[in-house]
């Protein structure tokens, strides 16, 4: 896919503009964290949960070797073809290649985001090949020609006039606002597509090491048609998706749910080894996992390490301020929100998504939710800290905080300076109180007023009021003495 | 001349520090925790299954199924395409029943797929079907009522023991494990919940025992 992310900044500036975005991202945006939070009120002690989700993925990524090579051998023994691939674009050829050497001409796809990341239908439509995508959310975004906005609920930026309208244009359907009506159309749309595809392409949630398979979480069950139907059926996911037992994906699966929709269990939880049963009549001929790279094993072992702990299950965006300001498009990649942020600069470069670490009030409510704890916040710092020490943020941003670091480092001057700064706001701000342009820094007021400082600086408050306690101090020290004697007194006239 | 696959490998090891052939060493743990406690497996099945959206029946043995089944669907509109069934259940007296069911698997057009299962799980409500001879996924996917027969003592605590369970009977697992917790559905537009997306609109669990 094409990314945008460099442009960070300009996206922004188009989404918050537009309103009927805007509308639907409020309307929308906070089902997910509601839910979430139910499903969590139903668990004993859901920190448990996570604990141990987090410290399998900890443990499988320290010896990812062993355990994609322990993968391969037990999916290759079960006829499982695995494929190894650099990056997008060598998965999108090894793909091909399987497709024509099984004359395949018709694809169906459930959601895969590394096929995202690779630009997989594009690839696919040039040769020729008819791909169709079945996940709810993804079907529309292709008929709008858009990529997905949310890693698990793609379309949550179209409204049901929008999806009404794509419809009517590609189904040649009457308009409804009945979303129920729009589903049903969907399904008697993609049917005929299931029964007819001769390749299924999934993504793969997890790769199980000791049973050699891949696990499916989904819910419309068009990820269950896409891998029983067709006769071939491809997988396409990244080589972190590794987990070492069926026990771990149990475990695992106890938060994935529960952190993403807010459902106990997916509708759907398939585990697909190896190729049709003998003697079964349904099933593929030929099954194939491609494991993608693209950047994922560069993080190994460095500052970004943690990242790759990651289950999709999009908690962080749901939680995330600026994500439910913005949504996913302005990101500009395949993965939006915080991990977005954190995986998009990862993977591309950090020169392609300058701005991304940097959109993030570093709240911490992704740390919070995120079901494997990944510190996304540790993480955003540590990228901001690499820009800087690169050079990479712009000539101003540096200049000013090498200015500050100086002033700071200098307090006779910096005491002038704040009671200075002080005064000029004031006298920015006017009558009622408010800055509404700060030359210079107009980007801040460009959205809001900023209000005047009021009183003193808090150098000057803190003498005044420290002064003013040692003279209260000194006074009850005075008068001590005299209302001990007073008692005293008292005490002695008494019978 | 190297390989993807050994170049991936060289970079995973450089970052990580390891050594082909080196063998983690996984700390033994305890089972992971419930996400809630199972106090009763069928009790728990049931009230679960049915927050799913599963609607469930009880009989007592499994020669009452027919007729239970019978019962359920006569409250649906009238089935006028295909009724598939599991080939072990196909020596039920369903015709006994007024059902005129077929042992094989499921075509687009057939409108209930009736099958048993491998086991099911307490903790969430959800049945575990395994593929096989006789074993049709489609059945459970295709039709747009999935009925499931049930015997409560295939009724397990936890996911974990319904792999054990698997890997028991079969040896190795089948092609597909699929786990099955209510209709199929749909949020992806408006975030509103709509059931029936593209699997079955209905599952009717059986529960016999």
Known sequence: MDATSHSFKRNVHARLGDEALQAN???????????????????DDFEALRDRASEIRAEVLTHLDHWLLAFEAEATRRGTAVHWAETGAEANQILLGIARAAGVQRVIKSKSMVSEESGLNAVLGAAGIEVTETDLGEYILQLADEPPSHIIAPAIHK????????????????LTRDIPALCEEARQHLRPRFLQADMGVSGGNFLIAETGSVAIVTNEGNGRMVTTLPRVH?????IEKVLPTLDDLSAILRVLPRSATGQDITNYVSVLTGTRDAGADDGPEQNHVILVDNGRSRLLGGALHDALR???CGACMNHCPVYQNIGGHAYGWVY???????LTPAFLGLEKALDLPQASTLCAACEVVCPVRIPLPELMRTLREQEMEQGLRPWHERLSIRLWRWLALHPALYAVATRWGIRVLRWLAGKDGQVHRLPGLDGWTEGRDMPAPQGSTFRDQWRTQLAAREAQGKARAAATPVAMAAAGAARSKAP | MSTARDRILARVRSGLGTRAGEVPDRPVRSPAPLARPVHDRVTDFRQRAESLQSTVDHVDEMDAVPLAVARYLAGLPPVTNGMVVWPELAALDWAGAGLAVEARSALSADQVGITGVCCAIAETGTL???????HSATASLLPETHIAVVPVAVILERMEEAFAQVLARRGELPRAVNFISGPSRTADIEQTIVIGAHGPRRVHIVLVG
């Open chain 1, 25 to 43: 991202l409020r309307r929308f945006g906070g089902g997910f964290a509601d839910r979430r939070r139910d499903a969590v009120g139903r668990v």
């Open chain 1, 336 to 342: 939006p929100g915080p991990i977005g942020a954190i």
């Open chain 1, 234 to 238: 491809v997988a396409i996911t990244g």
């Open chain 1, 159 to 174: 409204s049901r006039d929008e999806v009404s309208a794509l419809f009517a244009e590609h189904h040649g359907t009457p």
């Open chain 2, 128 to 134: 575990l079907l395994d593929s096989g001879p006789g």
């Open chain 1, 310 to 312: 990651c289950i999709r």
